[in-house]
């Protein structure tokens, strides 16, 4: 991989309360305070903006087109340079990010918001997975999780315990985090749901939004005290079919981190979009991550797993250590698909001269 | 700022499109035309650096994010693959998002590709689930377009037979397109206009088919194009502009949104006058009146004037301007792909490899796409040189 | 000039469902017309591999593959997880494990379910057979499960296969049915309540004064939740219109009849509304309605003219 042509940082990062339920609110009305978030922080407003990309999915809001209505949040006139993927909104920043490269914009307005209370979030997954071979069976997100926790179990990688351990301490480290949905020691691991995993091996299912901006260059330093500089951001996806995967092992997520620069230098800080327990295992693993780097410090997504936002707060998370001078370089790492099947990591850096 | 690395096309495939691919998988559908853009630039699958797939609504073929299990038929396992959804312009889109990894230089050589496998569903039913406490009024795009182009015709004073005009054209247009899905040999204007009314002012021939497809391109970088065995078709300006669905003062006949977007595209391109300076557009125009209703959004005619371009044979295949060469989405609709395919037959004429429906000495053509309530909007143009700005 | 309040949150059931038909191409279309048949087919790689299912295109080469092969209808768990609860669709309505097999001849293992008394029963490396469903259609459903066997793991290299069967498959439907329930959110329950009560509430932008109807909750040009309620109408003018020739499932309206915009006194924009008590092809942009309102109707049934003079086209270009 080519370096990146240029200097891109995140600006400024923003995020709902995670909750159980946000009926009382439309899509758009859980998102656009989040949007004003980010907006008030740089002193931007849409209008300044070089271009916006949003990520979501409609199987989850069970409606055709659901982001045409969460525009309304961003107040789009006149016109604005727009784009959405149907994907985790990690993979918006990533598009926002190649747009700020061709240095058509110096600014990018990066959303995703996801609510799983509507539908049965297990079954909805149900519909990404072969539509021939696999998918008429229904295997729910969770028994394809338990699938891959058995297998790392068998390969003696980890044990219930240690799952438990997991869970144990990003729910413990959550406790520092305000908008996460469970937090503190004392949430109990609880029954299995599909065997090895636990209720507590599992995410909470819930809505939420966040928000991110990026910036290029001198504007970055001008909208940031101290700017979270992606030195690197890849992404890979592996074959789809579990029978033909490794299930133990990442492959894509170890080629995006060598392509985004991660072994280069160690970093202290880690988000991991590891919504179950047994994935934190896999990809600490090929990512080497050691016991001296801070593992999802705000809880992850065993602490808030608003799905399609889940993997963008990652990114932001890590940014927010930086900002807030907790972390010099960190790792952000966010999954789309079955079992890991698809895996982006940016590498995320402060800059000397910029500490405090 | 940066310097940006221009973009060259060098292979383009496209599915015959029909209204049913019974013979294949929704993989079966998506690898035939990204073969066909392999072979035309003469690539192997190892030569794509990474992937760029679009599609409309996942509610069409009943697959949530779909690309998940394509990865393997796409030859993107151990690549990069992202997923565009822009509603109707998620073709163009979706190529702009391609063309931004190569100008950006993060990748030399990258696949991208927009599909509907329409038939796995019913579009009707895609776009109208009973979402609780709406009042259903419709079912369809038809009845939600027709109304607006009502009021282009009140406000421009066109004669109602300009829609079946181009109806007329683009069906016989399509009949020197092997690929298009419509192939009526006996189409007549009196035909056309016998047509009975769906949503009036908008009669059935003047309405798209729904149609199973799909659409590959292959994009570069200089290096890339310099190997291209084909010449390439250069991009010499893109962009997108989106606006709200509905809000207070919204021109629905003419948005403001695909205003900007080729008034982007062209400063880009250094374009001042499009009417003189472009050779041929292929636009997205789904229902006929959209001919010119977009000839006038897109600065080719003052506002009123789209609709005599069209009336004195402007836009025809022989005439000084033509547009939807290869039929258009009037003749060709698999939604997803439908503005990948007007971009990609942009670049065919500029290549001068668009066979029998080729403009003689096309040099520089526009590919549009919109979608949305007319609110998303996506344009390339593409040269048969490479860019000097 | 009400400030909106907490409305009564609405909520109501979404199905989404359908039965999607699938074409299969030709290798799913042999593998699955093979289970009818009591045949497990795979695909032989390039490489030499086996994968079963048989999948069109390499996994790792992305070559276009074709060879089909025949397998056994045994073979062993690779990794496999216990469902004590199982959910609607899923192969057995008993606890059952989800397990991962590889079949004898085959390099790739295939996702189906185990029947097992319980998870003390199942282990990875446990020799299963296929169960064969009693009636078979030609679907990935046409093993029913697996079951415990007590074979032992036979080293064959599996025979080339036609992949031709009598009364092949080339398609499947596959029905598919999700549950939601949906709800429209603040500014949406609140226009939706009030319209109980026959009247029809916008909502102003604190920004630029507009008046939203309905109100979706942000005015979408400034990005600013619209709070203050305003109540537009009752009449209002026809901006523009289609006549609707086209029957829509599940929507009983009576063919041909007008969909018009109609923008309500007061409102900033046109909503949409069916216009009756005229003949569909009298209907003109620039006529004045009213709503018809129904017992127990959410919303008008329809709007009829006021019979007042038509609005002058200056006065409602702009909302077009």
């Known amino acids: 991989m080519r370096p990146p042509i240029r200097d891109i940082a995140v600006v400024a990062f923003g995020q709902t309360d995670h909750r159980r339920t946000t009926e009382e609110q439309s899509e758009v009305e859980m998102l656009m305070p989040v949007l004003h978030q980010v907006l008030d922080a740089t002193g931007l407003k849409t209008s300044d903006i070089g271009f916006t990309c949003s990520g979501s999915s409609d199987y989850l809001a069970g409606r055709a087109f659901s982001f045409t209505m969460a525009l309304d949040g961003v107040g789009a006139w006149p016109p604005i340079s727009e784009s959405h993927v149907e994907m985790d909104g990690a993979w918006a920043l990533y598009e926002a990010w190649t747009k700020l490269l061709t240095g058509d914009a110096d600014t990018a307005l990066v959303y995703s918001y996801g609510k799983s209370s509507p539908g049965s979030v297990r079954d909805v997954l149900t519909r990404q997975l072969d539509p021939y071979y696999v998918a008429p069976l229904w295997p729910d997100s969770v028994a394809l999780a338990a699938l891959q926790a058995q297998a790392l179990i068998d390969a003696g990688h980890t044990d219930e315990p240690a799952l438990a351990g997991v869970a144990a301490r990003s729910r413990a480290d959550a406790a520092g985090n305000p908008h996460a949905q469970l937090r503190g020691a004392d949430v109990p691991h609880g029954d299995y749901v599909v065997q090895p995993l636990r209720t507590g091996d599992c995410p909470p299912i819930g809505d939420g939004a966040a928000a991110v901006i990026l910036a290029a260059g001198d504007r970055a330093r001008e909208l940031c005290e101290r700017p979270a500089w992606i030195s690197g951001i890849d992404h890979r996806i592996e074959a789809h079919s579990l029978g033909v995967r490794d299930l133990t092992d990442s492959p894509s997520t170890r080629l995006a981190a060598e392509n985004a620069g991660l072994f280069e230098r160690p970093v202290d800080t880690a988000e991991l979009h590891a919504p179950f327990s047994s994935q934190e295992v896999v990809l600490r693993k090929v990512l080497r991550l050691g016991d001296d780097v801070a593992v999802n410090p705000s809880g992850g997504a065993l602490a808030a797993n608003p799905v399609m936002a889940a993997g963008l707060i990652r990114i932001g998370e890590a940014a927010a250590r930086i900002h807030r001078g907790e972390s010099r370089r960190a790792l952000a790492h966010a999954t789309s698909g079955p079992c890991l099947q698809q895996n982006l990591v940016a590498v995320l850096e402060g800059r000397q001269g910029e500490d405090r | ?389 | 000039m009400a400030v909106a309040p907490q409305p009564d949150i609405l909520k109501a059931p979404l199905v989404v469902e359908f039965p999607f038909t699938r074409s299969l191409g030709p290798v799913q279309a042999a593998f699955l017309s093979g289970l009818r048949h009591r045949t497990v087919l795979g695909v032989r790689t390039t490489d030499d591999r086996v994968l079963v299912p048989p999948v069109e295109y390499d996994p790792v080469t992305a070559a276009e593959i074709r060879d089909l092969v025949e397998v056994g209808d045994t073979g062993t768990v690779t990794t496999w997880a216990w469902n004590p609860a199982p959910r609607r669709g899923q192969p057995l309505d008993t606890p059952f494990a989800w397990v991962l097999v590889k079949l004898d001849g085959a390099d790739t293992a295939l996702l189906h379910a185990l029947d097992a008394t319980g998870p003390d029963a199942v282990h990875s490396g446990l020799r299963v057979r296929v169960r064969w469903a009693a009636e078979r259609t030609g679907a990935i459903t046409d093993i029913a499960c697996f079951e415990p066997d007590d074979s032992t793991p036979e080293q064959i290299r599996p025979a080339p296969h036609t992949g031709e069967f009598e009364d092949g498959v080339t398609g499947i439907v596959a029905a598919a049915r999700l549950d939601y329930t949906y709800s429209p959110g603040g500014a949406q329950s609140r226009y939706i309540n009030a319209l109980a009560d026959n009247r029809t509430v916008g909502e102003r932008c604190p920004s630029c004064r507009k008046v939203y109807v309905p109100p979706r909750g942000a005015c979408p040009t400034c990005g600013v939740a619209t709070t203050e309620q305003v109540e537009v109408g009752p009449a209002g003018t026809v901006t523009t219109y289609c006549i609707v020739n086209v029957k829509a499932k599940n929507l009983d309206i009576e063919l041909p009849y007008v969909y018009a915009h109609i923008a309500l006194d007061g409102a900033d924009l046109a909503l949409h509304g069916r216009i009756g008590g005229i003949p569909y092809d009298q209907v003109r942009m620039g006529l004045r309605v009213e709503p018809v309102w129904t017992e127990g109707g959410r919303y008008p049934d329809h709007y009829r003219p006021t019979g007042e003079p038509d609005a002058d086209y200056d006065t409602y270009k702009e909302l077009i």
């Open chain 2, 1 to 389: 700022m940066t310097n940006k690395e221009p973009v060259a096309i060098v292979g383009i495939g496209q599915t015959h499109h029909v209204a049913a691919r019974r013979d294949v998988s929704i993989a079966g559908l998506v690898r035939e035309a990204a073969q066909r853009a392999l072979t035309d630039a003469e690539l192997t699958w190892a030569d794509i650096d990474a992937v760029v797939i679009g599609k409309a609504p996942d509610f069409f073929e009943g697959v949530m994010m779909p690309e998940l299990y394509l990865a393997d038929a796409l030859g993107a396992v151990g690549k990069p693959m992202l997923r565009v959804h822009t509603a109707g312009s998620v073709g163009g889109s979706t190529a702009l998002v391609a063309a931004n990894l190569v100008a950006g230089r993060v990748h030399g050589t990258v696949l991208t590709l927009a599909f509907e496998k329409q038939s796995e569903s019913n579009a009707m039913w895609g776009l109208s689930l009973p979402i609780p406490f709406q009042q259903p009024l419709l079912a369809g795009a038809g009845g939600f377009f027709a109304p607006h182009v009502r009021a282009y015709m009140r406000r421009t004073g066109a004669p109602d037979t300009v829609g079946s005009l181009v109806a007329y054209k683009d069906r016989r247009n399509a009949l020197k397109n092997p690929y298009a899905h419509l192939h009526e040999h006996d189409v007549t204007l009196e035909k056309v206009q016998a047509s009975p009314m769906l949503w009036d002012p908008i009669r059935y021939s003047e309405t798209c088919p729904s149609s199973d497809g799909a659409c590959a391109m292959i994009l570069t970088d200089r290096a890339g194009a310099a190997r291209s065995p084909k010449p390439p078709a250069w991009m010499l300006g893109g962009a997108m502009r989106s606006e709200p669905t509905l809000f207070a003062g919204k021109d629905f006949v003419s948005p403001q949104a695909g205003k900007d977007c080729a008034a982007d595209v062209y400063r880009q391109a250094g374009i001042a006058d499009p009417r003189r300076e472009i050779d041929a557009v292929e636009m997205y125009v789904p229902f006929s009146w959209y001919e010119p209703m977009w000839l006038e959004n897109l600065g080719f005619a003052d506002e009123g004037g789209g609709w005599k371009l069209t009336e004195s044979g402007v836009t025809e295949l022989d005439g000084d301007l033509p547009v939807n060469m290869s039929g258009g989405v009037l003749s060709t609709n698999p939604i997803g792909a439908s503005g990948m395919i007007r971009f990609a037959e942009a670049a065919l004429q500029v290549r001068g490899q668009a066979g029998e429906h080729q403009v003689d000495g096309a040099r520089k053509v526009l590919g549009h796409a919109y979608g949305g309530g007319s609110q998303f909007f996506s344009m390339w143009l593409v040269g048969a040189e490479p860019p000097t700005r």
